[in-house]
């Protein structure tokens, strides 16, 4: 038992005393990720969720007819094509891009799962460049990797120097661009710059590039170091699907393969794909529209006293409260209590009193403007 409790992973110890088990799920020391749930019809007027960067401007009752679509050809009986080779062969045509440089994924966060399981496990030191999405330092932390911190510069710009200071000591450097929660895209030359002397694997997670400027997808086959991650939770409107995909040289999609489940992903998400994929034309629209929101809702930001908005190249904005006596966290109940939810990002490094908020349809993004200033309104009161 001694041993036992003395492992990482241990599920249970002795109990007080008394000689009874106790049941210990996972370590200790690895915080749980706890994503907010809240029961709400996305449609409802009322409630304006715009926490975690859905995409509600899509119509849902599109996406539930294609749904509607992907579940008629399928027999649930069956397991559903290995490795997700339905929506693997789609993604690939679609990008242009060989099989054997994809892999799918439940989501771009199993992808993340399955890159840290076969690079970071049993010890490796990963630059993860911060404030930024927190699954990073969750999967480095639940491998047993050892996190090197590199800040962004206070224009939330890439600090490459220092990136490329701890370059020797890294077997892993970890970007998202355009990134969580900053918005902004990193610059194309810094990003190649670091491509070209980072030694290393680079992982670049573009989750929202569609609403960006450039994606690097172009370079997977010029830098062999390069994996590229991609979801359809935000342009295509999927989150509840779960679909995601990596792209890198065959080499490293082999390691990556050689450890994933054989049926990770179900059938109807490996059928959804493809169908999203085929009506592009529809979603290039509904980006469009997101793109011109994102602008309107910038500049409303821009006119309120008490907030500065920061320019965003994503389907969210990340905004600082100003005024004085406000927080963020505060900020953010008093919304929640007029029925917004938004996500506070104060507590990370640079973002003092900053909150994150989605773009949503134009009546939520109206409804959102009146709220926080009624909100800003009754601090003055
Ligand atoms: C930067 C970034 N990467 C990955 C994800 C998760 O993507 P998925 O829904 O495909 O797991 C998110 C979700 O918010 C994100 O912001």
């Given at each position: 038992m001694k041993v036992l409790m003395g492992m990482?992973?241990?599920?249970f110890q002795e109990g007080m005393g008394m000689g009874s088990k106790k049941f210990i799920h996972g370590d200790a020391k690895i915080p749980s990720y706890d994503a907010e749930y809240f029961n709400f019809k996305?449609?409802?007027?009322d409630f304006v969720k715009l926490?975690?960067?859905?995409?509600?401007?899509?119509d849902a009752n599109f996406i539930k007819n294609l749904l509607i679509s992907a579940c008629e050809?399928?027999?649930?009986r069956l397991y559903p094509p290995p490795r997700g080779m339905l929506a693997l062969k789609a993604i690939s045509k679609f990008y242009g891009?060989?099989?054997?440089?994809i892999i799918v994924g439940n989501g771009l966060d199993e992808l993340l799962d399955i890159i840290a399981k076969a690079f970071v496990k049993g010890g490796a030191n990963i630059i993860i460049v911060e404030p930024t999405f927190s699954m990073y330092d969750f999967f480095v932390r639940l491998y047993g990797g050892d996190k090197l911190e590199v800040l962004l510069k206070p224009?939330?710009?890439?600090?490459v120097e220092r990136i490329l200071e701890l370059r020797k000591k890294a077997s892993l450097l970890i970007l998202c661009s355009p990134n969580n929660p900053t918005g902004n895209q990193f610059k194309e030359e810094s990003v190649k710059a670091l491509l070209e002397e980072f030694k290393g694997l680079v992982v670049i997670d573009?989750?929202?590039?569609?609403?960006?400027?450039?994606?690097?997808?172009?370079?997977v086959k010029k830098f062999d170091n390069l994996i590229v991650l991609r979801t359809l939770?935000?342009?295509?409107?999927?989150a509840g699907m779960r679909a995601g995909f990596a792209v890198s040289n065959p080499s490293i999609t082999e390691s990556l393969r050689r450890i994933m489940?054989?049926?990770?992903?179900?059938s109807i998400t490996q059928k959804i794909i493809a169908l999203v994929l085929e009506n592009w034309v529809y979603f290039k629209k509904q980006i469009e529209r997101i793109i011109q929101e994102r602008e309107w809702l910038f500049k409303k930001l821009k006119e309120i006293n008490g907030i500065k908005p920061f320019p965003s190249d994503t389907n969210f904005i990340l905004l600082k409260i100003?005024?004085?006596?406000?927080?963020s966290s505060a900020v953010k109940e008093q919304l929640r209590e007029k029925g917004v939810l938004v996500k506070d990002r104060g507590m990370l490094p640079l973002l003092d009193n900053c909150l994150r908020v989605s773009v949503g349809t134009h009546r939520m993004n109206e409804i959102f403007i009146q709220k926080l200033e009624e909100v800003l309104e009754d601090v003055k009161a």
């Open positions: 990482r992973n241990r599920f996305a449609e409802s007027e926490d975690l960067n859905e995409n509600l401007v899509i050809n399928i027999d649930p891009l060989d099989e054997e440089m224009d939330f710009t890439l600090d573009e989750a929202y590039v569609e609403f960006a400027k450039y994606s690097v997808l172009k370079w939770s935000k342009a295509f409107g999927l489940l054989p049926f990770n992903v179900n100003t005024k004085k006596g406000l927080t």
